[in-house]
C-alpha cells in the first residue's frame, strides 16, 4: 500500500536542501522538467474546475471567523465564489503580475517578477447595501487594480510552497520552491494553463453542453445582487467547427522574483513599487498608447491581447461592476468576444431555470436570421460619481418564443404571446418566429441577453471613436450631451443610458497599419487567425521586462489533462452518487498511461445515505453532506489497524479508540461493519447515534466507496 504523506510535504522538505537548490529571490527561475509539468498542470486545473477552489480555500484558513457552505469570513472581510482562484483570474494575474514596475526616481525596475502590490486587494463591496454607500454609490478610490486576486496568489502560492497540495492530484517529489523555480515562472505557467483550459472547456462543451452544470444557478446560490442567469453553454453545439484543434503556446523559464519586503507582515509576493496599470475607464487610443509604452505592442498585438477577456465576466464585490463579456461562455476560450465587440449580427442565447423545461436555443429577427447589434452606453449608478460607465451589447430581436405557455420570456412583463402566435405565414408555408416590426406591437426590438454582454469603454474603444471626461464617462458623439456626472445629477433614470452615433475607431499603430477596429473585425472573422496571433503577443507580455533571449524556452511537452464533470454541490432533491462525487485529476504526454492518483484511500458514509465521515475543524470526526466538495478531509487509507484521515494524517479517534478493524458485511458489496480491533465483543462497533454523533455501541453499517 501507498505511505501516507504528511500534508505539508513534511518528510520531503526535512531532506530537500540535499536534493535541489531552493529558489534565490533576485535570482533566475529554474527549467521545468516535464514530470513538474504534468504535476503542476493537473493542480492548477482543479483548481479551475466548479468549486474546487473555495474549498480548498477553506482549508488554509482554519482560523476564520466564520464559514458556511459559500461563504468565509476572515480578518472581518467576507469571501464568496466570486473571490476564489478560476482560469480566468490565473489569466489576470498573468497580466497584472507583468506591469512594470517604477523604482523610488520613477524609473522602470521590473516587471512579470512574481510580485505585485497586494495592499487594497481585500475591499469587497455589498451589492445589497447600496444605498448605504452615498448618493450614488460605493468611494471606489481606496481599491487596487489587483482586488478581487488574493485568493488566487494564496492558493498558487500554497502550490508553490507545498508538494502535495492541491490533494486529489499527483505529488511532486519536491515543492518548486526546493527545485530552484521562480514563482514569476509559476505565474507564467498558471496563465498558459488557463487559456489551456478554457479551450479544453470549449472542446468538451461541444460534445457535452451540460459539464459545466455545477456551475448554474439552478445547482449553487450565487448571490451575486445582479443576475439570477448564470447558465453554462457552448453556443457553438452542434456546429461542425466547434471545435478548436491543439494550440502550441510558448513556456519559457528563468524570471526572477523581486526580493521579499522586510515586513513580515506582508506575503513574499508582495512589492511597494509604483506599478503602472492600464485605465478600464480610458477610450481606445489611451488603451493603444498603453500597451505601447508598456508592452511594446503595436495596434494589432493590442487587439488580439484583449481577446483575454473571452473569460471571466464583471465581480460587483471587486469593482462595483456587473455581467459578463460573453454571456453563456464565461468559462470557454474562442474568439466570441471579437463577434460581440465587432457588432456582428447574432443570437440571442437566453437560459431559464431547468423547472421551466426551456431549450436553450437561438433566437435572432423575426425571420430567424442573425439579428442587428449595438452597443449602449449604461450606468447603474453604483461608484460617487454615479458610475461606472459601461457599455452593454443590445439585440434588434425577437422575445423567446420558444418557451412554453405560463413562462413569462425574458424582459416581457408578461407571459403572452401574441408577438408569436400572431407571427405572419412566409411564402415558404412557415410562419414567421414572432411579428416582424413593419407590423405593430414592437415585437421586433432591442434586447440584451441574460446574463448581459457588456464591454468597458477601454476595449468598447478599440471599435468605435469617442473620448472620455475626468469621471470616466464617454463624450464627444451625438447622444452623449447629457450621459454624465451632472445628468445623472439632474435626472437619475432619463440620462443613464445613451446609444451614441459614434464613428468607426480608425486609430492605426502604426500609422501604416490597419485601424484597430478592423484587426477586431479580422478575428471575429477568422479564430484560426487569432489564436495564432494570440499566442505570439502572449509570449510578449509573458517575456516583459526581459531581454530578448534572457528567457530559456522550456522543452514542449504536449499534455493531455483530465478535466472531470464535478457534480452539483447543491443540487435540487438530489444525492450525489459516492462513486462520482470524488474525481482525480492528472496530466499525461501524448501516448503515455494514464498515472493513478490517491489510488488507496476511500471514502465512510453510513448505510443511510446523505451524508460522508471526515475530520472537522477542531479534527474531531463528523458527518458532512455527500453535496460537498469532496476534500481530503474525507478521505481515509488504512494503516496496519488505523483509519487514517488524508488532510491530518492522523487516526480515527472514537471514546478513546484509535484502532479499528473493517468486517466485511456477508451480503452487501462494499458494505462494513468497524469495529475495536482486539475485541470479541458486540457493543464495540463505530455507528452513528443520536445527532449524528459517532458512538461506539452495537453492528452498524457503513459503506465503502473507493476513490
Known amino acids: 500500500p501507498r505511505m501516507i504523506h504528511l500534508p505539508a510535504g513534511l518528510l520531503v522538505l526535512l531532506f530537500s536542501s540535499t536534493l535541489a537548490d531552493v529558489y534565490s529571490p533576485g535570482s533566475p527561475g529554474a527549467p521545468w522538467s516535464s514530470a513538474t509539468q504534468k504535476a503542476v498542470k493537473a493542480k492548477l486545473y482543479r483548481i479551475f474546475s466548479p468549486h474546487q477552489s473555495l474549498a480548498l480555500y477553506k482549508d488554509l484558513h482554519p482560523e476564520a471567523e466564520e464559514i458556511t457552505d459559500t461563504t468565509i469570513t476572515i480578518d472581518g472581510v467576507l469571501q464568496k465564489w466570486e473571490s476564489m482562484p478560476n482560469s480566468a483570474k490565473a489569466l489576470r494575474l498573468g497580466f497584472h503580475g507583468c506591469f512594470p514596475k517604477l523604482d523610488s526616481a520613477g524609473n522602470i525596475e521590473a516587471a512579470c517578477n512574481g510580485c505585485l502590490n497586494t ?22 478610490s481606496p481599491v487596487a487594480h489587483h482586488n478581487g486576486l488574493g485568493p488566487t496568489l494564496e492558493i498558487l502560492e500554497k502550490i508553490y510552497k507545498d508538494p502535495s497540495f ?4 499527483p505529488e511532486l517529489d519536491i515543492s518548486l520552491f526546493n527545485q530552484g523555480i521562480s514563482r514569476a515562472d509559476l505565474w507564467a505557467f498558471a496563465t498558459i494553463a488557463a487559456i489551456e483550459y478554457g479551450i479544453d472547456m470549449n472542446n468538451i462543451m461541444c460534445d457535452d453542453p451540460d459539464h459545466l452544470s455545477a456551475l448554474d444557478v439552478d445547482n449553487y446560490n450565487y448571490d451575486s445582487g445582479t443576475s439570477s442567469s448564470h447558465y453554462h453553454y457552448n453556443i457553438h453545439f452542434g456546429e461542425d467547427e466547434c471545435k478548436i484543434s491543439k494550440q502550441t503556446f510558448k513556456f519559457t523559464t528563468g524570471r526572477s522574483d523581486c526580493i521579499p519586503p522586510q515586513d513580515s507582515g506582508l506575503p513574499a509576493y508582495h512589492t511597494d513599487s509604483k506599478e503602472i496599470a492600464p485605465d478600464a475607464q480610458g477610450n481606445g487610443a489611451a488603451t493603444v498608447q498603453y500597451f505601447k509604452d508598456n508592452f511594446g505592442l503595436n495596434g494589432q498585438e493590442t487587439v488580439a491581447l484583449m481577446g483575454s477577456h473571452t473569460l471571466g465576466m464583471f465581480n460587483y464585490p471587486h469593482t462595483v461592476m456587473h455581467y ?31 423547472k421551466d423545461g426551456v431549450t436553450i436555443k437561438p433566437v435572432g429577427d423575426a425571420y430567424g436570421n442573425p439579428a442587428e447589434t449595438r452597443w449602449r452606453a449604461r450606468v447603474r449608478k453604483d461608484n460617487s460619481k454615479c458610475g ?3 457599455w452593454r451589447h443590445d439585440y434588434l430581436t425577437c422575445q423567446d418564443c420558444h418557451v412554453p405557455d405560463g413562462v413569462k420570456p425574458h424582459l416581457q412583463k408578461s407571459a403572452d404571446r401574441s408577438c408569436c402566435d400572431d407571427a405572419p405565414m412566409l411564402g415558404n408555408g412557415t410562419q414567421a418566429y414572432c411579428k416582424p416590426s413593419s407590423m405593430r406591437g414592437n415585437c421586433e426590438a432591442f434586447r440584451f441577453s441574460k446574463d448581459p454582454e457588456v464591454g468597458i469603454n477601454a476595449e468598447v474603444g478599440l471599435v468605435l471613436d469617442f473620448q472620455v471626461d475626468d469621471d470616466g464617462y464617454p463624450k464627444g458623439c451625438e447622444g452623449f450631451e447629457t450621459f454624465n456626472y451632472a445628468g445623472l445629477l439632474e435626472d437619475m433614470k432619463k440620462n443613464d443610458h445613451a446609444v451614441p452615433n459614434c464613428p468607426p475607431q480608425m486609430l492605426a499603430e502604426p500609422s501604416t497599419a490597419k485601424a484597430v477596429s478592423e484587426y477586431v473585425q479580422d478575428y471575429a472573422d477568422d479564430r484560426t ?13 509573458l517575456s516583459n521586462g526581459y531581454e530578448e533571449g534572457s ?27 459516492l462513486d462520482q462525487r470524488c474525481p482525480q485529476w492528472s496530466c499525461s504526454e501524448i501516448g503515455e498511461e494514464k498515472a493513478a492518483v490517491n489510488e488507496d484511500f476511500f471514502q465512510l458514509s453510513p448505510w443511510k445515505p446523505g451524508t460522508v465521515l471526515a475530520i472537522g475543524l477542531e479534527g474531531t470526526p463528523q458527518l458532512e453532506s455527500v453535496n460537498s466538495v469532496c476534500t481530503s478531509s474525507q478521505q481515509w487509507t488504512m494503516r496496519g489497524d488505523q483509519i487514517v484521515n488524508a488532510k491530518t494524517g492522523q487516526p480515527l479517534l472514537a471514546h478513546g479508540i484509535s484502532a479499528w478493524e473493517m ?18 465483543s458486540n457493543k464495540h462497533y463505530l455507528r452513528v447515534g443520536k445527532g449524528q454523533k459517532l458512538d461506539v455501541k452495537k453492528k452498524y453499517e457503513w459503506v465503502l466507496t473507493m476513490i
Open 388 to 390: 461606472p460607465a459601461f
Open 663 to 680: 468486517v466485511p458485511h456477508a451480503k452487501k458489496e462494499n458494505t462494513f461493519y468497524i469495529k475495536m480491533a482486539g475485541t470479541k
Open 166 to 169: 492541491p490533494p486529489s492530484t
Open 551 to 577: 528567457l530559456k524556452e522550456n522543452p514542449e511537452v504536449s499534455l493531455t489533462c483530465e478535466t472531470p464533470k464535478v457534480l452539483p454541490i447543491f443540487p435540487k432533491g438530489e444525492l450525489q452518487a
Open 529 to 541: 487567425l487569432w489564436f495564432t496571433d494570440y499566442a505570439a503577443v502572449l509570449n510578449i507580455m
Open 324 to 354: 459578463t463579456w460573453t454571456s453563456r461562455g464565461i468559462e470557454l476560450f474562442n474568439n466570441d468576444y471579437y463577434k460581440i465587440l465587432s457588432t456582428n449580427a447574432g443570437y440571442i442565447y437566453n437560459a431559464y431555470p431547468k
Open 119 to 140: 495592499k487594497g486587494m481585500y475591499i469587497r463591496f455589498d451589492p445589497h447595501n447600496k444605498d448605504k454607500a452615498g448618493k450614488c454609490g460605493y468611494d471606489t
